[in-house]
């Protein structure tokens, strides 16, 4: 068990703060931020802003003076690489530093870049491992889940009332969540590459599904606008439809989707997909996900109504973080939506069994972000290391 000291951590935290700067700017790459330390006080700093854009390490460098980094530590969430790729090697920009020891969380999980700290080590770099590697993990779920998988990280959002309603008998559902929860659901979708939903909430909603984070600086990138749509029967003058609204959209549908209707949607600039059924009459979203993950979709945002919500967390599974905002009322009525629908589990011992990470509040609502059961997780090794401790961290927040 390796034991970290304060100032360590506090440079690392320093770097992971800075790594958060690039949330929404970095896909298909990771959220990286790096330190530099001497003497025991920060000469400089740099994150990761961009692909093509220097990396977090690169970054921090070019911003010391090069008598600065001469002896120096450096701390980045990430392992650094060793490959040329849309820039060069950071491993031959910290070792031509003078870079004494690298401090870095995980290890890089990209195939080409990886082995950064066994070439640091070579050029005479002490390396040491783990420090906040759960933190570090965290941060970087989606670039670590879709660099093992090849398929993007599933993030679930709902919201309902006291009483697990999503919508009242009437179908009345505009607002249950408050001002400041949907605030946060936009910052989400900023984040993702994917916003992901059903045709019944495409058709009762018209949802624009842009990301409209509160008082962010102006997207660089929309998400990509996804919709389930097996017969393609969407009227096509939804604001989803419309590109002026958002990112790109992609219209999956079913194998005997009509032809007209494909060409219709595809000569809009609508990419539409062809998708097995599950075998419950519903498009497979274990298909869904794997073609989206050969677009390099390594997050999506799945905002269901009942339906969805229920394919996605119960029949089929592929939740691997669920945030669900619980609205201080009670709507009542057998007919009003919960939050999942479907057939439901018989037995409690079927039950999707979940981990509460984290309880905040959000305005007047109360926000959960729950780990459901067979979420992913990363291989053996990769996170088991001094500094693993218990898997989440169940915060309460004023
Ligand atoms: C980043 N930013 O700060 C670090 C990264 O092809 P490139 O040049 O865009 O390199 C991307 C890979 O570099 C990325 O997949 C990851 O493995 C590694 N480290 N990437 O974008 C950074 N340190
Ligand atoms: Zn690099």
């Given at each position: 068990?390796i034991?970290?000291?304060?100032?360590?951590?506090?440079?690392?935290k320093?770097a992971?703060?800075?790594a958060?700067?690039?949330?929404?700017?970095?896909?298909?790459?990771?959220?990286?931020?790096?330190?530099?330390v001497?003497?025991g006080?920060?000469?400089?700093?740099?994150?990761?802003?961009?692909p093509?854009?220097?990396?977090?390490?690169?970054?921090?460098?070019?911003?010391?003076?090069?008598r600065?980094t001469?002896?120096?530590?450096?701390y980045?969430?990430?392992e650094?690489?060793?490959?040329?790729?849309?820039?060069?090697?950071?491993?031959?920009l910290?070792?031509?530093?003078?870079?004494?020891?690298?401090?870095?969380?995980?290890?890089?999980?990209?195939?080409?870049?990886?082995?950064?700290?066994?070439?640091?080590?070579?050029?005479?770099?002490?390396?040491?491992?783990?420090?906040?590697?759960?933190?570090?993990?965290d941060l970087?779920?989606?670039?670590?889940?879709?660099?093992?998988?090849?398929?993007?990280?599933?993030i679930?959002?709902t919201?309902?009332?006291l009483d697990?309603?999503?919508a009242t008998?009437a179908?009345?559902?505009?607002w249950?969540s408050?001002?400041?929860?949907?605030?946060y659901?936009?910052h989400?979708r900023a984040?993702?590459?994917?916003?992901?939903?059903?045709?019944?909430?495409?058709?009762?909603?018209?949802?624009?599904?842009?990301a409209?984070?509160?008082?962010?600086?102006?997207?660089?990138r929309e998400?990509?606008?996804c919709?389930?749509?097996p017969?393609?029967r969407?009227?096509?003058s939804?604001?989803l439809?419309?590109?002026?609204?958002?990112g790109?959209?992609?219209?999956?549908c079913?194998?005997?989707?009509?032809p007209?209707a494909?060409a219709?949607?595809s000569?809009?600039?609508v990419?539409?997909?062809?998708?097995p059924?599950?075998g419950r009459?519903?498009?497979?979203?274990?298909k869904v996900?794997?073609?989206?993950?050969?677009?390099?979709?390594q997050s999506?945002?799945?905002?269901?109504?009942?339906?969805l919500?229920?394919?996605?967390l119960?029949?089929?599974?592929?939740?691997?973080?669920?945030?669900?905002?619980?609205?201080p009322?009670?709507l009542g009525?057998q007919?009003a939506p919960?939050?999942?629908?479907?057939?439901?589990?018989?037995?409690?011992?079927?039950?999707r069994g979940?981990e509460?990470l984290?309880?905040?509040?959000?305005?007047p609502?109360i926000?959960f972000v729950?780990?459901?059961?067979?979420?992913?997780?990363?291989?053996p090794?990769?996170?088991d290391?001094?500094?693993?401790?218990p898997?989440?961290?169940?915060?309460?927040?004023?």
């Open positions: 068990m034991h970290w000291t304060d100032k360590e951590r506090t440079f690392m320093e992971l703060r800075l958060r700067r690039g949330w929404g700017l970095v896909s298909p790459n990771p959220l990286v931020g790096a330190v530099i001497r003497k006080k920060i000469v400089s700093t740099g994150w990761h802003s961009g093509g854009l220097p990396h977090a390490e690169a970054a921090a460098l070019a911003a010391a003076g090069k600065q001469v002896g120096a530590e450096l980045v969430n990430l650094p690489c060793r490959h040329t790729g849309r820039t060069g090697p950071c491993t031959d910290i070792v031509a530093a003078g870079i004494e020891k690298v401090y870095y969380s995980i290890p890089d999980p990209n195939p080409q870049a990886r082995g950064g700290a066994q070439a640091l080590e070579d050029a005479g770099v002490e390396t040491r491992r783990g420090l906040l590697a759960r933190e570090a993990y970087n779920q989606f670039f670590v889940k879709w660099q093992f998988t090849r398929r993007p990280f599933v679930l959002k919201a309902a009332s697990g309603k999503i008998r179908g009345d559902s505009r249950i408050s001002k400041v929860a949907r605030n659901s936009h989400l984040g993702v590459d994917a916003i992901l939903i059903g045709r019944a909430t495409a058709a009762k909603d018209d949802p624009e599904l842009s409209r984070p509160w008082g962010r600086r102006k997207m660089h998400p990509m606008r919709v389930l749509d017969g393609l969407l009227p096509a939804l604001k439809f419309d590109p002026s609204y958002g790109p959209t992609v219209s999956f079913a194998p005997d989707a009509p007209a494909v219709e949607l000569a809009a600039g990419r539409v997909i062809h998708i059924w599950d009459g519903r498009l497979s979203l274990g996900l794997e073609a989206l993950g050969e677009l390099e979709v999506v945002l799945i905002e269901p109504g009942a339906t919500a229920a394919s996605a119960l029949d089929e599974g592929v939740a691997d973080l669920v945030h669900v905002f619980i609205a009322m009670f009525g007919d919960s939050m999942l629908g479907g057939a439901g589990v018989e037995k409690l011992t079927d039950a979940a509460i984290r309880i905040a509040r959000k305005g609502d926000h729950v780990r459901p059961q067979g979420a992913f997780t990363p291989p090794g990769f996170l290391l001094p500094e693993d401790g898997s989440g961290h169940l915060e309460e927040e004023g």
